[in-house]
């Protein structure tokens, strides 16, 4: 199997740094490594270059949320003729024989995509995820923090954004992410649209990432919550219906203000913006 590793990014430089070291740590040759600028400062993506020089590297000028750079960055490999992709964001680190466990389980399963098992970076013996799943009375997203689970997915699990192995027939097959999400719960939908499309989805217990979590949009509290939430709902008129819907939206509604309560922000017009968003989106 041609397989690469693709390290999505923005801004960060550093860290990006740690990431693709590890990478190379793992003895992935040069060749099978690329780095893909998500609208970073093009004084970061220079950099960047010039400090692995015999890498792959792309930028696109404007982000496109977590959604359009997972598009645009596997669009690119397999561009390049790579038939599937070890994709990482740059908050993780990759363990040493992850890319090859990941194409053996997929060579066994005849899934072309994979759950990799994370680990929290700085408690490396504990699972953030092995694969997480939706809980429709709750409506909330949850990781399994264990490998004690079955080797395919079931209808209602997903496979987190953090990072994952995607072959290029899959890609091709769901479209990628619907870059509609821009950021949260775009990972869980390409899983359901894999699921309603019979696609196996697998998890690999043998590859491990370890993940620094709270990196990323954690210190965005109000961006944070719009999109979580706004998505919440796009996801749940998508994939609930009837009377599950309706009780869905009901929970939701009156979460909404003392979540948005929680959120604190300087930028109470942009607050109310995006409250008042959110309310029509549950009319």
């Not at 740590?25 to 780095?35: N, R, T, V």
């Not at 072309?112 to 504990?126: L, N, Q, S, V, W």
């Not at 619907?178 to 998890?203: G, L, N």
């Not at 599950?244 to 203000?257: F, G, P, Q, R, W």
């Amino acid at each position: 199997m041609n397989s690469a590793v693709i390290i999505l990014y923005f801004n960060k430089i550093n860290m990006t740094s740690e990431c693709i070291n590890s990478v190379i740590d793992a003895g992935i040759p040069m060749s099978q490594i690329f780095a893909f600028s998500n609208g970073s400062d093009i004084a970061f993506h220079k950099e960047l270059k010039n400090r692995f020089p015999s890498i792959g590297h792309n930028h696109i000028e404007v982000n496109g949320g977590f959604s359009g750079g997972f598009n645009n960055s596997l669009k690119w490999i397999f561009s390049l003729g790579f038939t599937s992709a070890l994709f990482l964001t740059n908050d993780t680190i990759m363990g040493k024989n992850a890319l090859d466990e990941c194409i053996i389980t997929s060579s066994e399963s005849g899934s072309g995509f994979i759950a990799p098992t994370i680990h929290y970076f700085r408690k490396p013996d504990k699972i953030d995820s092995c694969s997480g799943y939706f809980d429709r009375k709750r409506l909330t997203l949850s990781h399994y923090h264990s490998t004690d689970l079955p080797l395919y997915l079931n209808p209602d699990d997903y496979i987190p954004g953090t990072a994952l192995f995607i072959s290029a027939d899959v890609f091709k097959k769901t479209g990628g992410m619907d870059e509609s999400f821009h950021t949260y719960w775009d990972d869980v939908d390409i899983s359901f649209r894999a699921h309603k499309s019979d696609i196996k989805q697998a998890r690999c217990f043998k590859a491990d990432i370890y993940h620094k979590v709270g990196q990323t949009c954690h210190k965005k509290p109000l961006y944070t919550t719009f999109y979580f939430q706004r998505n919440k709902i796009l996801f749940c008129k998508k994939y609930l219906h009837g009377e599950e819907l309706n009780i869905a939206l009901k929970k939701i509604s009156t979460e909404i203000d003392i979540l948005f309560d929680k959120a604190n922000s300087d930028n109470n017009t942009q607050k109310q913006k995006y409250i008042e968003e959110i309310k029509l989106l549950l009319e």
